[in-house]
C-alpha cells in the first residue's frame, strides 16, 4: 500500500526535523510509539537508525513502513516520496 503523505505524517516529521536541527540526531532515543497522530504512530530505532511507524486506514488495517532522518526532514519540507507499507501480519520489518 502507498502511504499517503498526510498532516498525521507531515505533523511527525516536522516535530522530527525541529528535534535534529535544534538538539541533533545524537538527542533521538528508543521509542516505539514517541510520535503519536490519529492515523500515524510510531518512534525511533537508533539500531536500525530509522523511524518505523504504523499507518492505520479507516477500515482498521496497520501498514508499517519506516523513514531515515533525511526522508523525514524532506517530508517536512513538502518533499513527497513514495512510501510503501506493507501489512503488519506480512511484514519482515518486525
Known sequence: MVIPISEDLVGICRE???Q?????AASLVWSDDE???ETV?????????????SFYT????DFMFSLSIEEAIS???????NIIGEYWKESPLW
Not at 20 to 24: L, W
Not at 58 to 61: A, E, I, L, N, S
Open 16 to 18: 522530527i526535523e525541529r
Open 20 to 24: 535534529v536541527s535544534t538538539r541533533g
Open 35 to 37: 510520535y503519536q497522530r
Open 41 to 53: 504512530v510510531g518512534g525511533w530505532s537508533p539500531e536500525k537508525n530509522r523511524f518505523f511507524f
Open 58 to 61: 479507516d477500515d482498521g488495517k
Open 75 to 81: 517530508i517536512a519540507g513538502g518533499g513527497r516520496p
